[in-house]
């Protein structure tokens, strides 16, 4: 099932420059930053308290988060939902008749699975599936 909503994307054009809104305005703290190559992003977590943001950098032009800022400008990217057994939530969406971007989950941020679904399925919303080995797997 779906659990909760695990965190919210925000595609930024500079960590450096966005960060200080979250942490010092909004003193949220700051969980860490990472960098995903395969998803072509820098990432930074802050604890929004029942949730977290994920602001995420492009790592280079051709990073689907360049082609966003260039298209739609900074901004919410996506919804991720928490899950369990994600592999069974992607065939059940898949059975439901609706288009995964990931057919298959993929390792994303902290190590958690994620899955994206086609935002043409999500009525306009990017949402993404994302299951935690918080304590399992460091
Ligand atoms: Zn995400």
New binding site residues.
Partial sequence: MINKI????IAVTSLAEALPLYTEVFNLKLEGIEIIENQGVK?AFVNAGNTKL?L?EALSKDSPIARFIEKRGEGI??I?FGVENIATRIEEIKNGGLRMIDETARI??HNAQ?AFLHPKSGGGVLY?L?ENYEGEKK
């Avoid at 695990?6 to 994307?9: L, M, N, R, S």
């Fill in positions: 695990d965190h919210i994307g990432v994920e995420l990217h996506h991720a994303g941020a994620v993404e994302c």
